[in-house]
């Protein structure tokens, strides 16, 4: 064996091919020429491979590619060598290539048919293009109906926002406000109109409403703590005045208010609506006349 591949490209033991036989012109240029272009060809193929193999990292199974390539390639170099024995007669390097071609030809078989059943599992390109379109279709369809959504929500948005601009505006105009407050802390969790109403009373106020003693004296504040759990107790509403902060010779607020159904392990509320009324003598638990 070392002697073969130490004369692999040795051609003195052997005769041309032109030589070697009864071959007319005709018949030898056949296979010449035939071999010249099946390997350019099967050089042209394997390089259209590798271009693609190496621009798209995406290709399925890419290790069957390059087995492809190097088997076509192979293929190409045999034919080019049995073109250049008419001249060149280097059998030897013919049945290396011959030989190295067999054993890719042989593997790439083999992992071809490994790969098959994963290869016929991969969808087509119609049956994709066609998933892709249902897909888009179906994100198209969910996209304008929550626009659709979306446009309701705002109109119901807005709808709303002027209903209680309105509600806001009629409660001013009444200098009355809607409020809901925890009875034991007397912080106030929401008001409606409050700031309307006060403008409307003429009364220059900056702060924020968060709690009974920003807006009463801090006893008027005790006695409607006191008043607001007596009737969370009962179960009933209930009416107190009280003075308005700063304002005590001008204005009085005038509450009427009810107990909220209890939430087990929240704060007992009362929510009512409270008005400014010019400021008199009597206080406490009375009706407003608002």
């Not at 087995?67 to 024995?85: D, P, Q």
């Not at 119609?126 to 929550?146: G, S, T």
């Not at 409020?179 to 009364?203: K, P, Q, Y």
């Not at 704060?267 to 009375?286: C, D, H, I, N, W």
Request: hydrophobic content about 50%.
């Amino acid at each position: 064996m070392i002697d073969f591949f130490s004369k692999l490209l040795d051609t003195s033991d052997f005769p041309a091919r032109w030589h070697c036989g009864n071959w007319t012109a005709f018949n030898g240029w056949l296979h010449i020429v035939s071999d010249g272009l099946i390997f350019v060809a099967y050089a042209a193929i394997p390089a259209a491979l590798f271009v693609l193999l190496r621009t798209r990292r995406d290709v399925a199974f890419p290790a069957i590619g390059w087995l492809f390539v190097a088997f076509i390639l192979s293929c190409g170099l045999t034919h080019a060598v049995e073109a250049s024995i008419f001249w060149w007669p280097a059998y030897r390097l013919s049945g290396v290539m011959k030989a190295v071609t067999a054993g890719v030809s042989l593997v790439t078989a083999a992992a071809l048919v490994h790969a098959l059943p994963a290869a016929i599992a991969l969808p087509g390109v119609k049956r994709a293009n066609d998933q892709l379109q249902a897909a888009i279709e179906r994100e198209r369809l969910l996209h304008d109906k929550l626009s659709a959504t979306h446009r309701e929500l705002e109109t119901r948005t807005s709808r709303l926002a002027m209903r209680e601009r309105r509600m806001r505006d009629a409660l001013g105009a009444a200098m009355a406000c809607g409020v809901s407050w925890e009875i034991e802390t007397n912080r106030i969790v929401s008001h409606l109109g409050f700031f309307e109403a006060m403008r409307a009373a003429d009364v220059d106020w900056n702060n924020e409403l968060d709690a009974w003693t920003t807006l009463v004296p801090a006893e008027d504040a005790d006695e409607l703590r006191e008043a607001a759990r007596r009737a969370a107790v009962a179960g009933e509403p209930f009416h107190h005045r009280m003075r308005l902060l700063g304002h005590e010779e001008r204005w009085d607020v005038r509450l009427t208010a009810r107990p909220e159904p209890h939430v087990a392990g929240q704060p007992a509320v009362m929510s009512g609506m409270f008005g400014l009324a010019p400021s008199g003598t009597s206080r406490g638990s009375s009706p407003p006349t608002f």
